[in-house]
Protein backbone atom coordinates (compact mmCIF):
# COMPACT_ATOMS: atom_id res chain seq x y z
CA UNK A 1 0.00 0.00 0.00
CA UNK A 2 1.29 3.06 -0.95
CA UNK A 3 0.94 5.93 1.51
CA UNK A 4 3.67 8.48 0.38
CA UNK A 5 4.97 10.96 -2.49
CA UNK A 6 8.09 10.41 -1.71
CA UNK A 7 10.84 7.84 -3.25
CA UNK A 8 12.97 6.73 -0.36
CA UNK A 9 12.20 3.62 1.44
CA UNK A 10 13.37 2.98 4.66
CA UNK A 11 12.08 -0.09 7.29
CA UNK A 12 10.18 1.58 9.87
CA UNK A 13 9.05 -1.77 11.81
CA UNK A 14 7.35 -4.48 12.22
CA UNK A 15 3.83 -5.26 13.43
CA UNK A 16 1.45 -8.29 13.66
CA UNK A 17 -2.17 -8.17 13.88
CA UNK A 18 -2.20 -8.02 18.16
CA UNK A 19 -0.07 -4.40 17.17
CA UNK A 20 -3.05 -2.08 16.73
CA UNK A 21 -3.28 0.27 19.19
CA UNK A 22 -0.89 2.75 17.19
CA UNK A 23 -2.66 2.31 14.00
CA UNK A 24 -6.01 2.98 16.01
CA UNK A 25 -4.29 6.87 17.56
CA UNK A 26 -3.20 7.61 14.37
CA UNK A 27 -6.61 6.84 12.28
CA UNK A 28 -8.32 8.90 15.22
CA UNK A 29 -6.07 11.51 14.49
CA UNK A 30 -5.96 14.03 11.53
CA UNK A 31 -2.03 13.24 10.29
CA UNK A 32 -1.28 11.40 7.47
CA UNK A 33 0.42 8.29 7.06
CA UNK A 34 3.97 9.06 4.87
CA UNK A 35 5.05 5.84 4.31
CA UNK A 36 4.91 3.05 2.24
CA UNK A 37 3.48 -0.66 3.75
CA UNK A 38 4.29 -3.30 2.38
CA UNK A 39 3.45 -6.83 3.33
CA UNK A 40 5.55 -9.65 3.71
CA UNK A 41 3.53 -12.32 2.51
CA UNK A 42 0.42 -12.32 0.48
CA UNK A 43 -2.44 -10.94 2.05
CA UNK A 44 -5.71 -9.55 1.48
CA UNK A 45 -5.99 -5.63 2.29
CA UNK A 46 -9.68 -4.31 3.55
CA UNK A 47 -9.92 -0.67 3.40
CA UNK A 48 -11.58 1.99 5.60
CA UNK A 49 -12.05 5.50 5.09
CA UNK A 50 -11.02 7.38 8.36
CA UNK A 51 -14.49 9.34 8.68
CA UNK A 52 -16.04 5.70 9.05
CA UNK A 53 -13.87 4.47 11.24
CA UNK A 54 -14.12 7.49 13.36
CA UNK A 55 -17.90 7.02 13.21
CA UNK A 56 -18.43 3.27 13.92
CA UNK A 57 -15.42 2.93 16.66
CA UNK A 58 -14.31 6.35 17.42
CA UNK A 59 -10.51 7.55 18.47
CA UNK A 60 -8.51 5.83 21.12
CA UNK A 61 -10.01 6.97 23.90
CA UNK A 62 -13.21 6.20 23.03
CA UNK A 63 -11.90 2.09 22.71
CA UNK A 64 -9.20 2.61 25.67
CA UNK A 65 -12.43 3.74 27.94
CA UNK A 66 -14.43 0.57 26.16
CA UNK A 67 -11.58 -1.94 27.50
CA UNK A 68 -11.60 -0.69 30.56
CA UNK A 69 -15.39 -0.90 31.20
CA UNK A 70 -15.57 -4.43 29.63
CA UNK A 71 -12.83 -4.86 32.08
CA UNK A 72 -14.61 -3.56 35.08
CA UNK A 73 -17.52 -5.24 34.20
CA UNK A 74 -16.27 -8.52 33.47
CA UNK A 75 -14.29 -8.23 37.25
CA UNK A 76 -17.66 -7.19 38.53
CA UNK A 77 -19.13 -10.42 37.59
CA UNK A 78 -16.84 -12.74 38.38
CA UNK A 79 -16.97 -11.10 42.27
CA UNK A 80 -20.73 -11.70 41.78
CA UNK A 81 -20.01 -15.37 40.56
CA UNK A 82 -17.96 -16.06 43.58
CA UNK A 83 -20.39 -14.25 46.22
CA UNK A 84 -23.13 -16.69 44.88
CA UNK A 85 -21.29 -19.90 44.25
CA UNK A 86 -20.82 -19.92 48.23
CA UNK A 87 -24.45 -19.67 48.82
CA UNK A 88 -27.08 -22.74 49.88
CA UNK A 89 -30.52 -22.51 49.85
CA UNK A 90 -30.96 -23.21 53.47
CA UNK A 91 -29.72 -19.13 53.56
CA UNK A 92 -32.51 -17.75 53.00
CA UNK A 93 -35.94 -17.19 54.10
CA UNK A 94 -39.07 -16.96 52.59
CA UNK A 95 -40.53 -13.58 53.04
CA UNK A 96 -43.74 -13.33 50.83
CA UNK A 97 -44.91 -14.89 47.17
CA UNK A 98 -45.06 -12.33 44.50
CA UNK A 99 -46.29 -14.80 41.88
CA UNK A 100 -47.95 -18.29 40.33
CA UNK A 101 -47.78 -20.29 37.34
CA UNK A 102 -48.58 -23.49 36.30
CA UNK A 103 -44.83 -24.68 36.96
CA UNK A 104 -44.47 -23.38 40.47
CA UNK A 105 -44.42 -19.95 42.48
CA UNK A 106 -42.00 -17.03 42.71
CA UNK A 107 -40.86 -16.17 46.13
CA UNK A 108 -39.19 -13.42 47.20
CA UNK A 109 -36.35 -14.05 49.67
CA UNK A 110 -33.99 -12.45 52.11
CA UNK A 111 -30.52 -13.37 52.59
CA UNK A 112 -30.39 -14.23 56.08
CA UNK A 113 -26.84 -13.00 57.30
CA UNK A 114 -27.80 -9.67 55.33
CA UNK A 115 -31.51 -8.65 55.41
CA UNK A 116 -30.50 -5.76 53.14
CA UNK A 117 -30.51 -8.26 50.55
CA UNK A 118 -33.46 -9.82 48.88
CA UNK A 119 -33.79 -11.85 45.58
CA UNK A 120 -36.50 -13.38 43.65
CA UNK A 121 -36.62 -17.36 44.10
CA UNK A 122 -38.41 -18.86 41.15
CA UNK A 123 -39.63 -22.88 42.93
CA UNK A 124 -40.21 -25.14 39.82
CA UNK A 125 -41.78 -28.43 39.96
CA UNK A 126 -39.44 -31.03 38.79
CA UNK A 127 -41.88 -33.40 37.97
CA UNK A 128 -44.70 -31.08 36.33
CA UNK A 129 -42.04 -30.42 34.01
CA UNK A 130 -41.36 -33.65 32.97
CA UNK A 131 -44.50 -34.55 32.92
CA UNK A 132 -45.16 -32.06 30.20
CA UNK A 133 -42.36 -32.22 28.05
CA UNK A 134 -40.19 -28.36 29.20
CA UNK A 135 -37.03 -30.09 30.31
CA UNK A 136 -35.25 -28.47 27.05
CA UNK A 137 -37.31 -25.15 27.90
CA UNK A 138 -36.10 -24.96 31.18
CA UNK A 139 -32.19 -25.65 30.52
CA UNK A 140 -32.35 -23.19 27.86
CA UNK A 141 -34.06 -20.72 30.24
CA UNK A 142 -31.29 -21.33 32.77
CA UNK A 143 -28.50 -21.02 29.96
CA UNK A 144 -29.98 -17.28 28.50
CA UNK A 145 -30.91 -15.83 31.41
CA UNK A 146 -27.52 -16.98 33.31
CA UNK A 147 -25.47 -15.52 30.34
CA UNK A 148 -27.71 -11.91 29.72
CA UNK A 149 -26.17 -8.99 31.04
CA UNK A 150 -28.50 -6.28 30.02
CA UNK A 151 -30.05 -4.05 32.34
CA UNK A 152 -33.20 -4.28 30.62
CA UNK A 153 -33.26 -7.93 31.24
CA UNK A 154 -33.70 -9.18 34.70
CA UNK A 155 -30.61 -11.23 35.83
CA UNK A 156 -30.30 -15.42 36.85
CA UNK A 157 -27.84 -15.17 39.57
CA UNK A 158 -27.86 -19.20 40.31
CA UNK A 159 -29.55 -22.07 40.32
CA UNK A 160 -30.04 -24.75 43.68
CA UNK A 161 -32.13 -28.08 43.37
CA UNK A 162 -33.31 -31.06 45.13
CA UNK A 163 -35.46 -34.01 44.35
CA UNK A 164 -38.71 -32.33 43.81
CA UNK A 165 -37.88 -28.82 42.86
CA UNK A 166 -35.49 -26.52 40.78
CA UNK A 167 -34.82 -23.34 41.99
CA UNK A 168 -33.97 -19.86 40.00
CA UNK A 169 -32.22 -17.32 42.52
CA UNK A 170 -33.21 -13.94 40.41
CA UNK A 171 -32.89 -9.77 40.38
CA UNK A 172 -36.21 -9.30 42.09
CA UNK A 173 -37.93 -5.86 41.00
CA UNK A 174 -40.11 -4.38 43.40
CA UNK A 175 -42.16 -2.10 41.27
CA UNK A 176 -44.68 -4.91 39.93
CA UNK A 177 -45.58 -6.16 36.77
CA UNK A 178 -46.67 -3.92 34.18
CA UNK A 179 -49.71 -5.60 33.64
CA UNK A 180 -51.31 -4.71 36.87
CA UNK A 181 -50.37 -1.07 36.15
CA UNK A 182 -51.94 -1.58 32.89
CA UNK A 183 -54.76 -3.43 34.51
CA UNK A 184 -55.30 -0.97 36.95
CA UNK A 185 -55.00 2.12 34.66
CA UNK A 186 -56.80 1.28 32.01
CA UNK A 187 -54.61 1.89 29.45
CA UNK A 188 -51.33 4.18 29.04
CA UNK A 189 -51.03 7.93 27.15
CA UNK A 190 -48.72 7.71 24.46
CA UNK A 191 -45.20 8.92 25.57
CA UNK A 192 -45.83 6.10 28.95
CA UNK A 193 -46.23 3.01 26.20
CA UNK A 194 -43.00 4.41 24.40
CA UNK A 195 -41.08 4.39 27.34
CA UNK A 196 -41.72 1.01 28.35
CA UNK A 197 -42.31 0.18 24.57
CA UNK A 198 -38.28 1.76 24.34
CA UNK A 199 -37.75 -1.01 27.14
CA UNK A 200 -38.33 -3.65 25.17
CA UNK A 201 -36.42 -2.56 22.08
CA UNK A 202 -33.01 -2.47 24.29
CA UNK A 203 -34.17 -5.72 25.55
CA UNK A 204 -34.31 -7.00 22.13
CA UNK A 205 -31.46 -5.53 20.97
CA UNK A 206 -29.27 -7.09 23.26
CA UNK A 207 -30.91 -11.20 23.06
CA UNK A 208 -30.75 -10.38 18.85
CA UNK A 209 -27.12 -9.40 19.14
CA UNK A 210 -26.51 -12.70 20.72
CA UNK A 211 -28.66 -14.61 17.86
CA UNK A 212 -31.50 -14.97 20.42
CA UNK A 213 -35.45 -15.05 19.85
CA UNK A 214 -37.64 -13.53 22.48
CA UNK A 215 -40.91 -15.37 21.57
CA UNK A 216 -43.27 -14.85 24.82
CA UNK A 217 -43.49 -10.42 24.87
CA UNK A 218 -46.79 -10.07 26.92
CA UNK A 219 -47.18 -6.91 29.97
CA UNK A 220 -47.29 -9.88 32.43
CA UNK A 221 -43.18 -10.31 31.36
CA UNK A 222 -42.43 -7.07 32.16
CA UNK A 223 -41.64 -6.06 35.46
CA UNK A 224 -40.77 -2.37 37.20
CA UNK A 225 -37.92 -2.21 38.74
CA UNK A 226 -37.91 0.63 42.12
CA UNK A 227 -36.54 3.33 39.63
CA UNK A 228 -39.70 2.55 37.16
CA UNK A 229 -37.98 1.16 34.02
CA UNK A 230 -38.98 -2.09 33.02
CA UNK A 231 -37.19 -5.43 32.46
CA UNK A 232 -38.28 -8.54 30.64
CA UNK A 233 -38.39 -11.90 33.03
CA UNK A 234 -39.20 -15.13 32.08
CA UNK A 235 -37.43 -16.80 29.59
CA UNK A 236 -39.31 -20.56 28.98
CA UNK A 237 -39.73 -19.42 24.91
CA UNK A 238 -36.17 -17.92 24.20
CA UNK A 239 -34.04 -20.01 21.93
CA UNK A 240 -30.60 -19.36 20.33
CA UNK A 241 -30.97 -19.95 16.40
CA UNK A 242 -28.14 -17.80 15.79
CA UNK A 243 -28.35 -15.57 12.79
CA UNK A 244 -30.19 -15.89 9.69
CA UNK A 245 -31.53 -19.10 10.95
CA UNK A 246 -35.30 -20.09 11.58
CA UNK A 247 -37.29 -22.23 14.03
CA UNK A 248 -40.20 -23.85 13.60
CA UNK A 249 -41.30 -24.11 17.30
CA UNK A 250 -45.24 -23.46 17.70
CA UNK A 251 -45.19 -21.55 20.88
CA UNK A 252 -46.36 -18.23 22.59
CA UNK A 253 -49.33 -16.28 23.81
CA UNK A 254 -52.17 -16.80 21.29
CA UNK A 255 -52.62 -12.81 21.09
CA UNK A 256 -48.85 -12.23 20.35
CA UNK A 257 -48.02 -14.89 17.76
CA UNK A 258 -46.34 -13.87 14.68
CA UNK A 259 -48.70 -15.32 11.73
CA UNK A 260 -45.28 -17.38 10.20
CA UNK A 261 -45.65 -18.88 13.62
CA UNK A 262 -48.66 -20.25 12.95
CA UNK A 263 -48.83 -21.18 9.44
CA UNK A 264 -45.09 -22.75 10.94
CA UNK A 265 -42.92 -21.26 7.85
CA UNK A 266 -40.36 -20.92 10.16
CA UNK A 267 -39.58 -17.44 11.56
CA UNK A 268 -36.66 -15.59 13.43
CA UNK A 269 -36.25 -12.25 15.37
CA UNK A 270 -38.95 -10.10 12.88
CA UNK A 271 -41.32 -12.68 15.29
CA UNK A 272 -40.49 -10.62 18.21
CA UNK A 273 -40.22 -7.34 16.53
CA UNK A 274 -44.64 -8.25 15.36
CA UNK A 275 -45.32 -8.70 19.29
CA UNK A 276 -43.64 -5.14 19.65
CA UNK A 277 -46.29 -3.44 17.95
CA UNK A 278 -49.10 -5.98 19.75
CA UNK A 279 -47.95 -4.63 22.80
CA UNK A 280 -47.78 -1.03 21.85
CA UNK A 281 -52.01 -1.47 20.89
CA UNK A 282 -52.31 -2.97 24.30
CA UNK A 283 -50.71 -0.59 26.28
CA UNK A 284 -52.02 2.28 24.35
CA UNK A 285 -56.01 0.94 24.71
CA UNK A 286 -55.42 -2.16 27.32
CA UNK A 287 -56.20 -4.88 25.69
CA UNK A 288 -54.64 -6.53 22.61
CA UNK A 289 -56.10 -6.32 18.84
CA UNK A 290 -56.25 -9.74 17.50
CA UNK A 291 -58.78 -11.43 20.36
CA UNK A 292 -60.95 -14.56 20.22
CA UNK A 293 -63.01 -16.61 22.28
CA UNK A 294 -60.35 -19.60 22.04
CA UNK A 295 -56.61 -19.88 20.79
CA UNK A 296 -57.83 -21.31 17.06
CA UNK A 297 -60.19 -18.34 16.49
CA UNK A 298 -57.73 -15.63 17.77
CA UNK A 299 -55.24 -17.35 15.32
CA UNK A 300 -57.46 -17.19 12.21
CA UNK A 301 -58.15 -13.25 13.59
CA UNK A 302 -54.28 -12.91 13.30
CA UNK A 303 -54.01 -14.55 9.73
CA UNK A 304 -56.65 -11.64 8.41
CA UNK A 305 -54.15 -9.54 9.17
CA UNK A 306 -53.02 -5.71 11.17
CA UNK A 307 -54.87 -4.07 8.41
CA UNK A 308 -58.18 -5.77 9.47
CA UNK A 309 -58.20 -3.92 12.41
CA UNK A 310 -59.93 -0.83 13.33
CA UNK A 311 -57.39 1.49 15.38
CA UNK A 312 -59.41 3.44 18.17
CA UNK A 313 -59.00 7.49 17.75
CA UNK A 314 -56.67 7.46 20.61
CA UNK A 315 -53.87 5.87 19.18
CA UNK A 316 -52.10 8.75 17.66
CA UNK A 317 -51.48 8.19 13.58
CA UNK A 318 -47.52 7.54 13.52
CA UNK A 319 -48.05 5.18 17.01
CA UNK A 320 -50.67 3.30 14.48
CA UNK A 321 -47.94 3.23 11.45
CA UNK A 322 -45.46 1.90 13.50
CA UNK A 323 -47.78 -1.01 14.96
CA UNK A 324 -48.05 -1.47 11.17
CA UNK A 325 -45.14 -1.11 10.04
CA UNK A 326 -42.18 0.05 12.58
CA UNK A 327 -41.52 3.24 11.40
CA UNK A 328 -40.53 6.83 13.33
CA UNK A 329 -42.46 6.31 16.34
CA UNK A 330 -39.27 7.08 18.58
CA UNK A 331 -38.07 10.03 16.52
CA UNK A 332 -36.68 12.43 19.40
CA UNK A 333 -36.52 9.85 22.19
CA UNK A 334 -33.66 9.81 24.56
CA UNK A 335 -32.39 6.57 23.92
CA UNK A 336 -29.04 7.63 25.68
CA UNK A 337 -30.90 8.67 28.67
CA UNK A 338 -32.61 5.32 28.71
CA UNK A 339 -29.79 3.13 28.52
CA UNK A 340 -28.08 5.14 31.25
CA UNK A 341 -30.60 5.06 33.63
CA UNK A 342 -31.12 8.84 34.13
CA UNK A 343 -34.50 9.68 31.49
CA UNK A 344 -37.13 10.07 34.08
CA UNK A 345 -39.73 6.76 33.67
CA UNK A 346 -43.27 8.52 33.54
CA UNK A 347 -44.45 5.57 36.55
CA UNK A 348 -42.86 5.43 39.32
CA UNK A 349 -43.06 2.67 41.96
CA UNK A 350 -43.38 3.37 45.69
CA UNK A 351 -41.09 0.90 47.11
CA UNK A 352 -40.60 1.31 51.40
CA UNK A 353 -38.06 -1.37 51.93
CA UNK A 354 -36.07 -4.30 49.71
CA UNK A 355 -39.21 -6.57 51.72
CA UNK A 356 -42.23 -4.15 50.43
CA UNK A 357 -44.19 -6.57 48.18
CA UNK A 358 -47.09 -3.87 48.09
CA UNK A 359 -47.00 -3.05 43.99
CA UNK A 360 -47.69 -6.98 43.33
CA UNK A 361 -51.14 -9.14 43.96
CA UNK A 362 -51.61 -10.65 46.80
CA UNK A 363 -51.87 -14.81 46.97
CA UNK A 364 -52.87 -17.84 49.12
CA UNK A 365 -50.24 -19.66 50.62
CA UNK A 366 -48.93 -22.91 49.09
CA UNK A 367 -51.07 -25.72 50.70
CA UNK A 368 -50.42 -28.39 48.04
CA UNK A 369 -48.77 -31.31 48.68
CA UNK A 370 -45.23 -31.59 47.68
CA UNK A 371 -44.62 -33.23 44.24
CA UNK A 372 -43.08 -36.70 43.64
CA UNK A 373 -39.51 -36.96 43.44
CA UNK A 374 -38.24 -37.12 40.18
CA UNK A 375 -34.48 -38.11 39.92
CA UNK A 376 -34.26 -38.83 36.19
CA UNK A 377 -31.21 -36.62 35.65
CA UNK A 378 -31.95 -34.55 33.14
CA UNK A 379 -31.33 -31.14 35.26
CA UNK A 380 -27.81 -32.31 35.75
CA UNK A 381 -26.45 -28.81 35.01
CA UNK A 382 -28.70 -27.18 37.94
Known sequence: MDCSDTDSDATLGYSDDEDSSDEVQ???????????????????????????FKHLIGGLDDVSNKAYEDAEAKAKYEAEAAFFANLKLSDFNIIDTLGVGGFGRVELVQLKSEESKTFAMKILKKRHIVDTRQQEHIRSEKQIMQGAHSDFIVRLYRTFKDSKYLY???????GGELWTILRDRGSFEDSTTRFYTACVVEAFAYLHSKGIIYRDLKPENLILDHRGYTKLVDFGFAKKIGFGKKTWTFCGTPEYVAPEIILNKGHDISADYWSLGILMYELLTGSPPFSGPDPMKTYNIILRGIDMIEFPKKIAKNAANLIKKLCRWFEGFNWEGL???????????????????????????????????DNSGWDIDF
Open 168 to 174: MLMEVCL
Open 339 to 373: RKGTLTPPIIPSVASPTDTSNFDSFPEDNDEPPPD
Open 26 to 52: RVSEEDVRTANVIAAEAVTCLVIDRDS
